[in-house]
């Protein structure tokens, strides 16, 4: 079975500083995908970013990117010059890429809050 | 990316009565999803929306409870019947072109059971 935990239920950053929401996964398949997830307080889900295990590289998305781990099984996702319109709840979610049927596994969130 | 409307984005209901809601994609994509977020919690998924044959649910997900449409390769529909208090969630369509294609998410649907 497929696991994902977010340790942080909640983080504060300051504006413009980078920030780390941590993201580890158990899973025994050999090929899977790892996404981030952002849902502000008007309750949509906004895809922020997407990691392949098979990926070489980690991903990068202008401000977000994907520090993929994966002898650790971590996929922690790094936003840097925070702003104040990311205050917003973050997922970390897992697809089985073999059999999977593109259904995800979500974590139980980071509340994330940027301060001035 | 593909764009989904998801209607109503937000109800309050009696109990025992019922609510369909509509997630219309931009495009024709070959899979549709349907999800639940309790309040504070994550999101768990209720079904899998097959084109012109029925849903496939998850455990603790049944038809009866949760019957979906989906007439076409664009539009599902979700329908919470006989609603208790209980199903007071956020309600998300998702839709992916292919099976290892990214899960875009409409907008949700905010359902208030009293």
């Known amino acids: 079975a497929q696991k994902i935990t977010q340790t942080q239920p909640g983080m504060f950053v300051q504006e413009k500083e980078a920030v780390t929401l941590d993201c580890t996964y158990d899973?025994?398949?050999?090929?899977?995908?790892l996404f981030w997830y952002k849902q502000p307080s008007s309750g949509e889900m906004i895809f922020l970013i997407y990691?392949?295990?098979?990926?070489?590289q980690n991903a990068t998305e202008g401000r977000y990117s994907l520090n993929f781990q994966k002898a650790r099984k971590s996929a922690n996702l790094v936003i840097s010059a925070s702003q104040l319109g990311d205050s917003a709840m973050y997922f970390c979610?897992?697809?089985?890429?073999?059999?999977?049927?593109?259904?995800?596994?979500f974590g139980t969130g980071t509340q994330l809050k940027v301060e001035l | 990316s593909a764009v989904i409307s998801q209607k109503p984005s937000r109800d309050i209901c009696q109990r025992g009565t019922s609510l369909t809601i509509q997630c219309q994609v931009d495009?024709?994509?070959?899979?549709m999803f349907w999800y639940r977020q309790q309040p504070g919690q994550s999101l768990t998924l209720i079904a899998t929306?097959?084109?012109?044959?029925?849903?496939?649910?998850e455990s603790g997900f049944v038809i009866d409870k949760f019957p979906i449409s989906r007439p076409n390769l664009t539009f599902s529909t979700l329908t919470v019947s006989n609603m208790s208090p209980e199903d007071s969630s956020i309600y998300l369509c998702?839709?992916?072109?292919?099976?290892?294609?990214?899960?875009?998410f409409g907008s949700g649907t905010q359902l208030s059971v009293l």
């Open positions: 998702s839709a992916a072109r292919g099976a290892n294609e990214k899960l875009f």
């Open positions: 899973t025994s398949d050999p090929s899977y995908g």
């Open positions: 990691q392949g295990s098979y990926d070489q």
């Open positions: 979610a897992m697809r089985r890429s073999v059999g999977g049927g593109n259904k995800l596994t």
């Open positions: 495009s024709q994509v070959t899979m």
């Open positions: 929306a097959n084109q012109g044959s029925e849903a496939t649910y």
